[in-house]
């Protein structure tokens, strides 16, 4: 028996992420298949024709559409709630594919100021280099928003909870002063992961993932993904996508989306350890600064348990003595690793004045809020008690 599309909408999440979207070939596999084909072969030439017509269902070529990378879209769109998702090699395709897509010369951008590096290079030098405008904000400040709008403004475009100081966007207020402005909102949602934050619900137009951090969660392979209504995906991100050409591979896909099974799982455990080791940090001497959205001293913490629903997996946490401070405590982990990667299993830890944001100017540093004291703690889902020892002793060696 088959499983029509309305009962699978009715599934309840779990249920979705575990079956959602799955299409078996003819050889009735009961794990997703990896189609690793480029092509497709037609039993005429008239059914070709027909197919390039869009007048019979099925796949011409893995640039545009393959049976394991669509897959992975479907339970995506299924998870986002969103009516139709695209994948992409990796979260920065996302990203630049989202925006250029509906983006012309002559338009005027919104970003808020704390994006990923990759990000703002798109935001603050690519898309000028294009003829598009931006305009770089505290993404706090509503009337920092209101106030940037110009005739020209077609995109809002931020992320919540922030890297590496995990600010919170307010996503409905922002939104409500772009829908006014008729601007449309592209949030990514790559630290809250679409368990935590809808974006969608809370009135953006578009969602953006790495696919890379929590969806794979495991650190395999890079991937990304954008979603959105039918006009948007359909009319100007698939022709972009298609003619740019920055698919997502059918393996990568199937790594992503066999990763979706347990993302609801993995999620709930690296909250719980990321609330037990904020609580943690902020009891040690010498750390000077805990910020983690879950905890009632984070400075929006109230707007980001309204938007979301935990504290998510990142902490930032600030030690005595500057960078060299940062660098003993990140030298004497012994368990968590030094890495600028995010979302894992495993517990990373990253010094972000010294890599993900070393090309900022210092007093663009400072304006964010990245001390050189500061680290970044992406918590994984090993057992707590034994990343609290490590931090411990590693603490220690910065007394
Ligand atoms: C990692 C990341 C990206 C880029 O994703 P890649 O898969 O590395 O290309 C974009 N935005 C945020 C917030 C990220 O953390």
Redesign the pocket.
């Known amino acids: 028996m088959k499983t029509d599309p309305d009962t699978i909408r009715n599934w309840r999440p779990q249920t979705q992420l575990v079956r959602g979207g799955t299409n078996r070939s003819g050889f009735k596999e009961t794990s997703e298949a990896i189609i690793a084909t480029s092509g497709y072969v037609y039993d005429s030439a008239e059914e070709a024709e027909d197919r390039f017509k869009g007048l019979n269902d099925g796949f011409t070529y893995s640039r545009f559409e393959n049976p394991t990378v669509d897959m992975f879209e479907r339970r995506m769109a299924l998870l986002e709630g969103a009516p139709l998702a695209r994948g992409t090699a ?6 630049t594919a989202a925006l250029m897509c509906q983006l012309r010369a002559g338009d005027h951008v919104v970003a808020a100021r704390a ?2 590096g ?2 703002r290079y798109i935001v603050e030098d690519l898309l000028p280099r294009f003829g598009v405008a931006s305009t770089l904000v505290d993404g706090r400040d509503l009337g920092a928003w209101r106030a940037a709008v110009r005739d020209e403004t077609k995109v809002f475009f931020l ?1 919540s909870p ?2 590496p100081t995990l600010e919170i966007v307010d996503i409905a207020g922002v939104s409500e002063i772009a829908r006014a402005a008729g601007a449309r909102v592209v949030v ?1 949602n ?2 809250a992961s679409p368990m935590l934050q809808h974006p969608l619900d809370l009135g953006a137009h578009v969602v ?1 993932y ?4 929590h969806i794979d969660g495991q650190g395999r392979c ?3 993904v954008v979603l959105g209504d039918e006009t948007f995906v359909l009319d100007e991100l698939r022709p972009f996508l298609r003619n740019t050409g920055p698919s997502l591979s059918p393996f990568n896909a199937w790594v992503l989306l066999k990763a979706l099974e347990t993302l609801p799982l993995r999620m709930a455990a690296h909250c719980r350890n990321a609330a037990e080791i904020a609580d943690f940090l902020a009891a040690q001497s010498g750390v000077t600064r805990v910020l983690y959205p879950g905890r009632t001293d984070h400075p929006q913490h109230a707007l980001a348990m309204r938007q979301m629903s935990a504290g998510g997996s990142l902490i930032a946490f600030e030690v005595a003595g500057g960078k060299a401070g940062a660098f003993r405590v990140a030298n004497a982990l012994a368990l968590i690793d030094i890495s600028n ?3 894992d299993a495993k517990s990373l830890v990253t010094h972000p004045a010294t890599t993900t944001h070393h090309r900022l100017t210092e007093a663009a540093r400072a304006e964010l809020g990245i001390t050189p004291g500061l680290l970044r703690l992406s918590v994984g889902i090993e057992d707590v008690e034994d990343l609290k020892e490590d931090l411990a002793r590693a603490l220690q060696a910065n007394r």
């Open positions: 990796s979260g920065m395709s996302a990203v994006l990923f990759s990000c992320e922030t890297n990514d790559v630290f953006v790495s696919a890379t951090k890079l991937g990304g990667n995010l979302g």
